[in-house]
């Protein structure tokens, strides 16, 4: 069996039961790494404790760019070696901060291996519905759509989400932060945002008035959210 296990947003106290109980049956586990020299992985620190000595770990380099060829051959190269471990008969794991079908890289293997192996995902708590929470920061009700944005996409079709919708989460805000903190002082959206960097981790920071933040106050993990039907 191969499992993706969504091992939420950076506290090990956020992993659930049922991704604490997959994760100590695993015989093997393969864990993201940013740097190809690098072998620590974020997603492995948190589930550290949850594993059984005996687990195999395997720490597999995902490029961070957007080489395509590169890209599609780590994925081809690391999907194959977890098909070989499973039809071994092992119990294959592989961890992902978050949720696992939100903005994850293990998204790249399941659509290589789904038709290959049995695949079991886990899901794990994201990093909008942790910090809403934690923040009693409602993000939707009634009728109203919730949109998720990615600020990747280009900052005038951020615009027409800002503008159109009053539920928002915009996501891998650091590249465009001080041009998307502007817009929302001109939409007057400075009483329903909240900006938070490192959710859940020990450099968490909680940003309630946006007026004076700058890129070089956040870190790359960085999110937006917006409600405007609440005020802070």
């Given at each position: 069996?191969?499992?993706?296990?969504?091992?939420?947003?950076?506290?090990?106290?956020?992993?659930?039961?049922?991704?604490?109980?997959?994760?100590?049956?695993?015989?093997?586990?393969?864990?993201?790494?940013?740097?190809?020299?690098?072998?620590?992985?974020?997603?492995?620190?948190?589930?550290?404790?949850?594993?059984?000595?005996?687990?195999?770990?395997?720490?597999?380099?995902?490029?961070?760019?957007?080489?395509?060829?590169?890209?599609?051959?780590?994925?081809?190269?690391?999907?194959?070696?977890?098909?070989?471990?499973?039809?071994?008969?092992?119990?294959?794991?592989?961890?992902?901060?978050?949720?696992?079908?939100v903005y994850s890289t293990y998204i790249?293997?399941?659509?290589?291996?789904?038709?290959?192996v049995k695949v079991v995902t886990i899901?794990?708590?994201?990093?909008?519905?942790?910090?809403?929470?934690?923040?009693?920061?409602?993000?939707?009700?009634?009728?109203?759509?919730?949109?998720?944005?990615?600020?990747?996409?280009?900052?005038?079709?951020?615009?027409?989400?800002?503008?159109?919708?009053?539920?928002?989460?915009?996501?891998?805000?650091?590249k465009n932060f001080d041009e998307i903190?502007?817009?929302?002082?001109?939409?007057?959206?400075?009483?329903?945002?909240?900006?938070?960097?490192?959710?859940?981790?020990?450099?968490?920071?909680?940003?309630?008035?946006?007026?004076?933040?700058?890129?070089?106050?956040?870190?790359?993990?960085?999110?937006?959210?917006?409600?405007?039907?609440?005020?802070?």
């Open positions: 069996m191969f499992y993706g296990i969504g091992v939420g947003v950076g506290s090990s106290d956020a992993v659930t039961k049922y991704g604490i109980d997959v994760l100590q049956k695993l015989d093997v586990l393969y864990v993201p790494t940013a740097k190809s020299a690098d072998s620590f992985s974020v997603a492995h620190e948190i589930v550290r404790g949850y594993l059984k000595e005996s687990t195999l770990i395997k720490d597999r380099h995902f490029p961070m760019n957007y080489n395509t060829k590169e890209l599609q051959n780590a994925w081809n190269n690391i999907a194959s070696e977890i098909e070989s471990d499973v039809l071994k008969g092992k119990n294959v794991g592989f961890v992902t901060i978050g949720d696992p079908m790249y293997l399941l659509r290589i291996l789904k038709n290959k899901p794990g708590i994201t990093s909008f519905l942790d910090i809403a929470s934690k923040n009693n920061f409602p993000l939707v009700e009634g009728e109203d759509a919730l949109v998720v944005v990615p600020a990747t996409m280009g900052l005038e079709k951020i615009k027409q989400y800002v503008k159109n919708e009053n539920s928002i989460v915009l996501m891998k805000v650091y903190i502007n817009l929302l002082l001109e939409e007057k959206l400075e009483k329903h945002s909240i900006v938070v960097s490192n959710s859940s981790k020990n450099e968490e920071k909680v940003y309630a008035d946006i007026k004076s933040i700058k890129k070089e106050d956040v870190s790359y993990f960085t999110t937006i959210l917006i409600n405007k039907k609440w005020e802070i």
